[in-house]
C-alpha cells in the first residue's frame, strides 16, 4: 500500500487489476541444457495470474492500441530489491494470460514502490492511449513531428 491505501486511477477508462507479488527472475526462468525455460514456480505464477484476470470483467480483450501502464508494488519485505526486477514476469504473465497481444504495446509504464504487505501485491492500472507515440505527464504527445517541450 503506498501511504496506507492504494493510489486511485483518475482514469475512468483504466482497467485495475490486483495481482500477488512475482517470483524473483532468477527463480522465475531455468536454463536447461541451453535452452532457457519457465522454472516451475514461473509456471505456477502465470496460473496466479491468469485466475486473477479471469475473476476481472474482460470486456475486449485482448486489449488493442497503445496502453499505459502503473504499477504500484507492495513487496513481500523490507529487503533492498530494484523495482523493476518483477516487470518481465508480470508483463510476461499477462500476455500469456491474455489481457493484451503482445507487451510491446505499451508506451507508458510507471512503477511505484509501496510500503511491504504480507506476501506482497501489485495494483496495476491498465489504460489505452490516444493515437501518439509517447505522451507527456499532462496527457499530451511529445513525439508527434518531432516536437520537444
Do not use: F
Not at 519457465?38 to 474482460?58: K, N, P, T, W
Amino acid at each position: 500500500m503506498c501511504g496506507g491505501r492504494w493510489l486511485a486511477t483518475s482514469d475512468p477508462a483504466a482497467l485495475r487489476l490486483h495481482l500477488p507479488w512475482p517470483p524473483a527472475l532468477n527463480r522465475y526462468y531455468r536454463h536447461v541444457r541451453g535452452r532457457t525455460l519457465i522454472s516451475r514456480e514461473g509456471r505456477e505464477y502465470r496460473r496466479q495470474v491468469a485466475l486473477h484476470c479471469l475473476a476481472e470483467d474482460r470486456g475486449a480483450w485482448p486489449l488493442s492500441g497503445r496502453l499505459a501502464v502503473r504499477i504500484q508494488a507492495a513487496p513481500p519485505d523490507r529487503r533492498r530489491r530494484d523495482v523493476d526486477g518483477m516487470l518481465k514476469a508480470v508483463l510476461d504473465a499477462l500476455t500469456h494470460a491474455g489481457l493484451w497481444r503482445d507487451d510491446s504495446q505499451i508506451d507508458d509504464l510507471r512503477i511505484v514502490r509501496c510500503r511491504p504487505v504480507p506476501g506482497g501485491a501489485l495494483v496495476l492500472d491498465v489504460t489505452p492511449l490516444a493515437d501518439c507515440d509517447a505522451v507527456h505527464e499532462t496527457g499530451h504527445c511529445l513525439a508527434r513531428a518531432g516536437n520537444r517541450e
